[in-house]
Nanobody
Framework: QAQLVESGGGLVQAGDSLRLSCAAS????????MGWFRQAPGKEREFVAA????????RYADSVNGRFTISRDNAKNTLYLQMNSLKPEDTAVYYC???????????????????WGQGTQVTVSS
């Protein structure tokens, strides 16, 4: 059974950094595009970043571009999100997800993803 498990969340102060990890098991996701989404209380789940199967192509939400970096290690079946210069508005539950199909179509849309992790909480205090 395919499974994605996030880790690395926590409570930090504004300006700090965190690195999230997403470990995949049960199958290899090396052929899948993968992404990070987040959901704050009372808000819809929103796109944060996505990476294609090889790691060579990435996309970011405007709100995190220049501060966050998505990467993957297919040998370890693991996805990462390096988050720098964190802001209070980055506070949310962060989810990793995997999807088959063309990377360039619908990578921002949660419903286009086939597998999801359970989420990890990131809280940024001011």
């Amino acid at each position: 059974q395919a499974q994605l498990v996030e880790s690395g969340g926590g409570l930090v102060q504004a300006g700090d950094s965190l690195r999230l990890s997403c470990a995949a098991s049960g199958r290899t996701f090396s052929g899948y595009a993968m992404g990070w989404f987040r959901q704050a209380p009372g808000k819809e789940r929103e796109f944060v970043a996505a990476v294609n199967w090889s790691g060579g192509t990435t996309r970011y939400a405007d709100s995190v571009n220049g501060r966050f970096t998505i990467s993957r290690d297919n040998a370890k079946n693991t996805l990462y999100l390096q988050m720098n210069s964190l802001k209070p508005e980055d506070t949310a539950v962060y989810y990793c997800a995997a999807r088959a199909g063309n990377f360039y179509t619908a990578y921002r849309i949660p419903d286009s993803y086939d597998y999801w992790g359970q989420g990890t909480q990131v809280t940024v205090s001011s």
